[in-house]
Nanobody, 127 residues
Framework: QVQVVESGGGVVQAGGSLRLSCTAS????????LGWFRQAPGKEREGVSC????????YYADSVKGRFTISRDNAKRTLYLQMNSLKPEDMAMYYC????????????????????WGQGTQVTVSS
């Protein structure tokens, strides 16, 4: 049974940082591309970033480029999202997703459907 679990969310002041983590079990981690998505109340889910199988390719939505960094540690079966210079508009529930097709571009531009999803972790940014 596949399980995807996010952690690391919390409350931070604008300008602060958080690091999200996502662990996945029950699948061959190295064979999956991984992505981060977010959804704020009343808004559609948006793609934030994705990373290819071997971490050789990473893509970001324009809204987070230069502030967020995605990475993966296949030995630990863990995906990360380092978020710096957080803004109030970054406040959302953040979800991790895994899919077999590789990540080919920013997930807000190139479809990343995600075969497996976590339950999300809340990020709150106070101004």
């Amino acid at each position: 049974q596949v399980q995807v679990v996010e952690s690391g969310g919390g409350v931070v002041q604008a300008g602060g940082s958080l690091r999200l983590s996502c662990t996945a079990s029950g699948l061959t981690f190295d064979d999956y591309a991984l992505g981060w998505f977010r959804q704020a109340p009343g808004k559609e889910r948006e793609g934030v970033s994705c990373i290819g199988y071997s971490a050789g390719s990473t893509y970001y939505a324009d809204s987070v480029k230069g502030r967020f960094t995605i990475s993966r540690d296949n030995a630990k079966r863990t995906l990360y999202l380092q978020m710096n210079s957080l803004k109030p508009e970054d406040m959302a529930m953040y979800y991790c997703a895994a899919q077999a097709p590789d990540c080919l571009g920013p997930p807000d531009e190139v479809p990343f459907h995600g075969r497996y999803w976590g339950q999300g972790t809340q990020v709150t940014v106070s101004s």
